[in-house]
């Protein structure tokens, strides 16, 4: 008996379920879909490369460029995910797909249009910086993208980024502590006036909590600003520090004073765009300084004067200036609360396609200096 029930023994196993692949939390979503985005636009540029079959030089050139940088986006993005698991298989012969119509650079502006539309959508909203820094990046460089290709077709193109900086709200409760109380007395003193909108204006910026949830401001919160195509109000990023806002206020108003100076030294058509982006980068100097509460302040950073590098084309300190620009609204991506940066990410690409069209080479990576080296 005992001989026997070892004998059948040997015939007993113990079923497990094979290995599945893992969950993706919604930061790997993001990450996937930024690579399924870009290695579908390499796609679509080399099978229009091939439609072309040699012809217009220059658009094939400009397909090849979109198909190379494509690719480069999506191998630092951390490319195909790869769980190292063994596909299942499926029996029978699977269907021959039907004929597809050739690919027209048209096709490739929407799949990039698409693409940047959805990567800058992940940058301002994901709860990892870092990616929402490289989002915004290859975002900025799919818009630039989209345009090159249009110039040389007849095709058609969404309007442009016009990115505008919040303005901070005037609370209800900080506008009645500005009344004297029942007694006829004020108890505040003039430097706490002088203070008080600096210290209103930073404390909308400090970064929440890790106990408490990001919120989401609104109007009442203490930031408004219109955003063209959006129905919902544009935020002052949460997360700015007082350092970060001076860097902002002094760089842009540096910028316009700068092209502004080159603009009085130029004429025709060169002197009048130098002079409109001047007026854009005062603009905003003056706007971030609203948002820190240091307009016109003892704490205001902005200077009469900035150096200005001598010599040179207009396009060429456009280029400097844009450049600057762009790696800062990139790092500050990545160094804001989600849900709060969409305007910073909308200023990188804004600068992207600025230098773009001041003759800058295009870049897969605009706004991150360590990549341009590679």
């Known amino acids: 008996m005992l001989v026997a029930v070892l004998l059948s023994g040997c015939g007993l196993r113990l079923e497990t379920p094979p290995p599945a692949e893992p969950v993706p939390d919604s930061v790997e979503i993001v990450r996937r879909t930024a690579v399924s985005d870009a290695l579908y636009v390499a796609e679509q540029a080399e099978s229009a490369v091939e439609a072309l079959d040699g012809d217009r030089a220059r658009l094939t050139t400009e397909l ?34 039907p004929s597809e119509a050739p690919v027209v650079p048209q096709d490739v502006v929407d799949a990039l249009v698409d693409a940047s539309g959805r990567s800058r959508t992940a940058a301002g909203t994901t709860t990892d910086g870092p990616l929402a820094r490289l989002l915004a990046s290859v975002g900025a460089a799919q818009a630039v993208s989209a345009g090159r290709v249009v110039a040389y077709t007849d095709g058609t193109l969404p309007a442009p980024v016009a990115p505008v900086v919040p303005e901070p709200a005037v609370a209800d409760d900080a506008a009645a502590s500005d009344e004297p109380d029942d007694e006829g007395t004020d108890e505040g003193t003039d430097d706490d006036a002088s203070d008080g909108g600096a210290a209103s204006a930073l404390s909308l910026l400090a970064a929440p909590s890790e106990e408490e949830p990001t919120p989401t401001p609104s109007v009442e919160e203490g930031v408004s600003s219109t955003v063209p195509d ?24 540096a910028a316009g004073y700068a092209l502004r100076l080159r603009a009085a030294r130029t004429s025709g058509e060169t002197r009048d765009r130098l002079t409109e982006r001047a007026d854009v980068h005062t603009s905003r100097g003056q706007a971030w300084a609203l948002v820190a509460g240091t307009s016109r302040t003892e704490q205001d950073p902005r200077q009469v004067a900035y ?68």
């Open 64 to 97: 090849e460029r979109v198909a190379t940088q494509s690719r480069e986006q999506a191998a630092e993005l951390g490319g195909v995910y790869d769980s190292g698991l063994e596909p299942e298989s499926t029996d029978g012969t699977p269907e021959a797909s």
């Open 307 to 374: 150096t200005v590098p001598r010599g040179g084309r207009p396009a060429a300190l456009v280029r400097t200036v844009e450049s600057g620009l762009a790696t800062n609204y990139a790092s500050l991506v990545a160094t804001t609360a989600p849900e709060t940066r969409a305007v910073l990410v909308d200023l990188l690409v804004e600068s992207a396609v600025t230098l773009d069209a001041w003759g800058a080479e295009p870049v897969a990576f605009p706004g991150l200096p360590e990549q341009q080296d590679d």
């Open 230 to 253: 959006s129905d919902e109000p544009a935020v002052v990023p949460r997360g700015l520090t007082a350092g970060d806002l001076r860097t902002l206020i002094e760089s842009e108003d």
